[in-house]
């Protein structure tokens, strides 16, 4: 099985660091192969940042279609893209807002979030309403820590998210936290052992989710909602977006591989 692991900045560090955890979770017989954009932000901390990540992402799953990918992950916690990339991916796509605050509510009563900025708080709450979680979701913490600081060796990240993970614990409520950022996800271990309650990544539980939705055979929807879109002509800068026309039909799903001829950034 092949799984995409999509990191929608362009961090070629942090995208490294997303690879090694979701290979942590990956069984035999399952390639990850975590990559980023080549257009785009270097980090997402804005809604300004998330919507100029998600034509990179696009033409990273359209690529991924014609590659022979099994499935998707998203991994960045405003989880960018997701319904489109669902539009185009045959199989299934997850993303690691979803797949963690999901995961969280199998561990305990209630999760808080612990993040990067606190500008990016809404969003969480927004995707935990999104997401049918909001009555779990105990908080959402910021550490008013840059995404790209946690790309710094040596930083003080660690100390400061450590310590705002143990104060979501005594003071909100909940016996889980969720980290809100993909850069994040190589703390998770340590923060748990030093907390003592589950630590959730969501780049290990989208992966998971992932690598499970597709030994089970299960793939979106396309009855409806998530059915290919109907190609229509994008023009400008977009150009290379315009989506092949449909050549044969599978299982309900169009053939053709996703964006017409190379795509921008292809
Ligand atoms: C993120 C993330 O996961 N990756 C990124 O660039 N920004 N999320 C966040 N809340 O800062």
Redesign the pocket.
């Known amino acids: 099985m092949l799984i995409k692991v999509i990191?929608?900045?362009t961090?070629d560090s942090?995208t490294e660091k997303i690879g090694a955890c979701a290979r942590t979770v990956a069984t035999v017989g399952t390639t990850i192969h975590a990559v980023n954009p080549a257009m785009g932000p270097a980090?997402?901390?804005s809604h300004y940042?998330e919507a100029l990540a998600v034509p990179g992402l696009l033409d990273e799953i359209a690529k991924g279609e014609r590659d022979g990918v099994d499935g998707y992950v998203i991994?960045?916690?405003?989880d960018p893209g997701l319904e489109a990339a669902r539009e185009l991916a045959a199989g299934p796509v997850v993303a690691?807002a979803e797949a963690a605050m999901r995961t969280a509510t199998f561990l305990g009563r209630g999760f808080s979030v612990v993040?990067?900025?606190g500008r990016?708080t809404g969003r969480?709450w927004d995707l935990a309403a999104h997401y049918g979680v909001k009555d779990f979701c105990r908080n959402v913490r910021a550490c008013e820590i840059p995404?790209l600081d946690l790309e710094i060796p040596g930083s003080a990240a660690r100390g400061v998210i450590t310590a705002e993970c143990a104060r979501a614990v005594a003071e909100d409520g909940c016996d889980v936290v969720v980290l809100?950022?993909?850069?994040m996800a190589d703390l998770t271990a340590d923060i748990s052992r030093r907390i003592g309650v589950p630590v959730v990544d969501g780049v290990a539980a989208a992966t998971a989710t992932v690598q499970a939705l597709v030994s089970m055979g299960l793939r979106t929807s396309t009855q409806s909602e998530f059915a290919r879109p109907v190609p229509k002509p994008m023009v400008g800068l977009l150009a290379g977006f315009t989506l092949d026309e449909p050549v044969a039909v599978n299982g309900g799903r169009a053939a053709t591989a996703g964006l017409d001829g190379a795509g921008i950034g292809s």
Not at 75 to 78: D, I
């Open positions: 990191n929608p900045n961090t942090m980090s997402i901390e940042d991994a960045c916690f405003g690691i993040t990067t900025l990016t969480a995404v809100g950022c993909a850069g």
